[in-house]
Nanobody
Framework: QVQLVESGGGLVQAGGSLRLSCAAS?????MGWYRQAPGKQRELVAA???????NYADSVEGRFTISRDNAKNTVYLQMNSLKPEDTAVYYC????????WGQGTQVTVSS
């Protein structure tokens, strides 16, 4: 059973930055981040293949950067210029024959 362990959430003022990390217990083909705000559906924020191909939601393009350290089975999400609408629970996600999810970490951006 693959486990994903996230860290790095918290409270930040609008315009600030946070960095999320997620360590997987095994190598993953695709890794990324989803988020879910209260009353909204879970949405993809960013994803990255093991080969380095990335995909971003339009709402975070240019502000968030996803990266991976394949040797450490770890994915990162650098979030800059944060906005109150980025407030959500952020979930690490990975694929290795099936989907795996982290427990979620709260990101709160105050105005």
């Amino acid at each position: 059973q693959v486990q994903l362990v996230e860290s790095g959430g918290g409270l930040v003022q609008a315009g600030g930055s946070l960095r999320l990390s997620c360590a997987a217990s095994a190598s993953m083909n695709l890794m990324g981040w989803y988020r879910q705000a209260p009353g909204k559906q879970r949405e993809l924020v960013a994803a990255m293949s093991s080969g380095g191909i990335t995909n971003y939601a339009d709402s975070v393009e240019g502000r968030f950067t996803i990266s991976r350290d394949n040797a450490k089975n770890t994915v990162y999400l650098q979030m800059n210029s944060l906005k109150p609408e980025d407030t959500a629970v952020y979930y690490c996600w990975g694929i290795k024959f099936r989907d795996y999810w982290g427990q979620g970490t709260q990101v709160t951006v105050s105005s």
